[in-house]
């Protein structure tokens, strides 16, 4: 029984014997038994790949002959996608809209610190608005509502965001370099824009706001702690004119000047007004 099963696999392992189904028409019924996948493999992960030969399944009808997986295996049926060939196609291969199977995929695999390398530099994920390349995880941010605001930021394309940040894939992406919060420069200078819309700009004040304050993700970068002043650039920062002000000149009656200012240049008392200094608009 041994000597046949090798003498099988030695005669059908390089010949295309196998039957496969496919959705798209092919120039062969069958194909090398190395080149398919048992019909239980779970290849949604690289469902609409192009680029590479087809992730093809052997044909269900050999399971109804009672055609077993050992016997496939032993042929040289694959159980799954390995990852060597993956990485060998990553940055060639063309993925679907839709990263989470593979991003999924990725996550359980048994990943070395040279595997993670690659991953973090390849550019193989798609971005939400761009369909001219694919992105390196570093050159994206985990998509959310309150970053849509931002034109210069480039959001991962993700069927949904629903807490993405703070689930396992999203640890996972953020791992691989995937940003959750733009530079506080970039954020500031987009606000501090002529051009900009009063309520475009009311929200990009809301945002900083909130990451401003006590525990926030900018704090400690806008207003260091003393040990590291010396060091940071909180007072480049601190000198963008990003907020709303109004003053008024004294030699001028009922004069109303609006324009934006830092914060190290404006006032929050509105009574500083009287003397022409400008205070934040209410």
């Known amino acids: 029984r041994v000597m046949f099963a090798s003498y099988l696999q030695n005669l059908l392992s390089t010949k295309?014997?196998?039957?496969f189904d496919s959705q798209e028409p092919t120039q062969y019924a069958a194909d090398y038994?190395?080149?398919l996948y048992l019909y239980s493999a779970e290849l949604k992960a690289f469902d609409g790949v192009s680029g590479a030969t087809g992730f093809n399944k052997v044909s269900l009808s050999l399971k109804d002959k009672g055609v077993s997986d050992e016997f496939l295996v032993s042929l040289g049926v694959r159980k799954?996608?390995?990852?060597?060939?993956?990485?060998?196609?990553?940055?060639?291969?063309?993925?679907?809209?839709?990263?989470?199977?593979?991003?999924?995929y990725l996550r359980t695999a048994v990943l070395t610190n040279e595997d993670l390398a690659k991953l973090k530099g390849t550019q193989y994920l798609p971005a939400e608005n761009d369909v001219s390349r694919t992105f390196a995880p570093s050159e994206l941010y985990l998509p959310s509502a309150e970053l849509r605001l931002f034109p210069f930021v480039t959001l991962l394309q993700w069927p949904s965001e629903d807490d993405l940040v703070h689930s396992p894939n999203g640890k996972f992406l953020q791992k691989l370099g995937c940003k959750q919060h733009p530079p506080l420069s970039e954020v500031l200078k987009y606000i501090a824009s002529d051009a900009l819309d009063g309520e475009l700009r009311r929200q990009g004040l809301d945002y900083v706001c909130k990451n401003l304050g006590p525990k926030g993700v900018?704090?400690?970068?806008?207003?260091?702690?003393?040990?590291?002043?010396?060091?940071s650039s909180a007072a480049s920062l601190q000198?963008?004119?990003f907020l709303p002000c109004v003053r008024t000149d004294p030699l001028v009656p009922n004069s109303t000047i609006r324009e934006l200012r830092g914060p190290n240049a404006?006032?929050?008392n509105p009574h500083c007004r009287v003397m022409g200094f400008p205070c934040l608009d209410p």
């Open 33 to 35: 038994p190395a080149d």
């Open 80 to 104: 799954s996608v390995a990852i060597d060939f993956l990485f060998q196609n990553l940055d060639t291969l063309s993925w679907s809209s839709d990263p989470k199977p593979l991003v999924e």
């Open 16 to 19: 295309r014997c196998i039957p």
């Open 266 to 268: 404006c006032f929050s």
């Open 218 to 231: 900018y704090e400690r970068e806008y207003a260091p702690p003393p040990m590291m002043r010396g060091r």
């Open 239 to 241: 000198s963008i004119k």
